[in-house]
């Protein structure tokens, strides 16, 4: 099947190139009561997570280094969510209007989520009580990119055999790149294009995933297992 001019102009590599996460980090501090402290006033503020956040709407939520997240479905973020480093995050059905950025935070539970821009999961070192960071049931907007785990953390995209009981929808990218925890991304859909490089993960799972566009795998450990994916253009999938 022919690919459209523009995307043989534009290589996959740089179409997944995540962009910088700015979050929206006000100062000034003042309570909001629950496990949630608000930085600046309004819709933009800024609040801080550890413990369980009230239902309610919120506009950026924070959480900080070594902190404990709780959000369910009841929870609204109009803009973005950060979790800072050692921190564990949990996001059960609640809407994210912009972006999810977590930096080298300890794990990472996500189930049924919408988040309308893009989600970066950058260096999770282990896993909740649950035994592995699951990605599952959500809907992201634009790119999802999983990179540098650590060997401890074990993660699941979608994978609706064991730990997910629905897989993902991801807008346009996904990427998964230098990643040494066990790593299975299957069942997901892909709008775009989906690129797994330089992973060191064993396992290495990816099947069954629906890709719109391009598939491309390379410099992944012997043994990975590719099978299932659809894809128009597909190099090594």
Do not use: W
Not at 53 to 69: D, E, K, M, R, S
Not at 107 to 115: D, V, Y
Not at 203 to 224: A, D, M, R, W, Y
Request: glycine share 16%; hydrophobic share 35%; with cysteine.
């Amino acid at each position: 099947m022919e690919i459209d001019g523009t995307e043989r102009r534009v290589s996959v590599r740089r179409l997944i190139t995540v962009p910088i996460l700015v979050a929206v980090l006000t100062a000034s501090a003042a309570a909001v009561g629950g496990h949630g402290t608000a930085l600046g006033a309004g819709v933009d503020a800024t609040v801080r997570c550890n413990g369980t956040l009230p239902g309610g709407t919120y506009g950026n939520v924070l959480v900080p280094t070594g902190a404990t997240c709780v959000m369910g479905g009841s929870v609204t973020v109009t803009g973005n969510v950060k979790a800072m480093s050692g921190s564990n995050l949990s996001i059960t059905g609640t809407s994210i209007g912009k972006n999810l950025q977590d930096e080298s935070g300890a794990s990472l539970a996500q189930s049924g989520a919408s988040i309308g821009g893009l989600e970066l999961i950058n260096g999770l070192t282990s896993t909740p009580q649950s035994g592995t960071n699951s990605i599952c049931g959500s809907t992201i907007g634009k790119d999802l990119s999983v990179i540098s785990t650590g060997t401890a953390a074990a993660t699941v995209v979608g994978d609706t055999s064991g730990v997910c009981s629905a897989p993902n929808t991801i807008g346009r990218n996904g990427k998964f790149d230098r990643n040494s925890g066990s790593l299975d991304v299957s069942d997901n859909t892909f709008n775009r294009n989906l690129l797994v490089e330089n992973n060191s993960s064993v396992p290495l799972i990816v099947t069954n995933n629906t890709i719109g566009n391009t598939c491309e795998q390379h410099g992944n450990p012997p043994g990975s297992v590719f099978s299932g994916n659809k894809a128009k253009r597909n190099l090594g999938c």
